[in-house]
């Protein structure tokens, strides 16, 4: 079956510092992928998708970025994390087409 | 970005008693998407729909996709108090090369015994 992880489930960070969550995949190949943000428990905001290794695609315009440097593993980044950062990152796979099953989550706390 | 309409934003409910969603567009779907997400977790999906007028059941929770294909309702049956959690539609596109959603804001269920 597959599996979903996300790394670190918690994190407090200053502003002004760089980021890096990261998500791996299990028991499938060649998955999309996709990183969305939720603010207030509410509202899931879609920030960047993956058809393929290299391949990123961006929703919103940010001070965050997305790369996919395996198949099965997605990261977020920042160069320098804002205030307005704040929230609970998801990420989630789908088969092409396909229906989307999300990870835990990592919670960020910018301070 | 979201482009559903969910109803009711929040609903208090006793025990027993049975819930009703909904959610509806103006854009058609030809995937109708149910989630429940617990305060901390990421969405667990709850039920898929694939077809316009398809019915579906998941032990005491029923969904339907609504034969226009822009709206969806769901329904838990006897709640209790496992229920709690916040639930989220989703429509999207199977046609393209891949599965973009679009969210509904939530619907944020209480239970009380």
């Known amino acids: 079956s597959q599996t979903i992880h996300q790394w670190p489930a918690t994190l407090v960070q200053p502003v002004g510092s760089p980021l890096s969550l990261e998500c791996t995949v299990e028991?499938?190949?060649?998955?999309?992928l996709y990183w969305y943000r939720q603010a207030a428990g509410r509202g899931l905001q879609l920030l960047f998708y993956s058809v393929g290794i290299g391949q990123i695609s961006s929703e919103v315009p940010q001070n965050l970025s997305a790369s996919r440097p395996q198949d099965r593993q997605f990261i977020l980044s920042s160069k320098k994390l804002l205030l307005s950062d704040s929230g609970f990152y998801l990420c989630?796979?789908?088969?092409?087409?396909?229906?989307?099953?999300f990870g835990p989550g990592t919670r960020l706390t910018v301070l | 970005g979201q482009q559903l309409n969910q109803s009711p934003q929040s609903m208090f409910i006793q025990e027993g008693e049975d819930v009703s969603m909904n959610c509806t567009s103006s854009s058609i779907f030809n995937t109708w998407l149910w989630y429940k997400q617990d305060p901390g977790e990421g969405p667990v999906l709850l039920i898929a729909?694939?077809?316009?007028?398809e019915l579906t059941s998941n032990g005491r929770l029923t969904a339907q996709f609504g034969i226009t294909r822009k709206d969806s309702f769901l329904n838990i049956s006897a709640s209790i108090p496992s229920d709690v959690g916040i639930y989220f539609c989703a429509g999207g596109d199977r046609t393209g090369s891949w599965g973009k959603l679009q969210f509904g804001a939530g619907t944020q269920v209480v239970v009380t015994p």
């Open positions: 028991g499938t190949s060649n998955p999309n």
């Open positions: 989630a796979w789908s088969p092409p087409s396909g229906t989307q099953y």
């Open positions: 729909l694939y077809k316009a007028g």
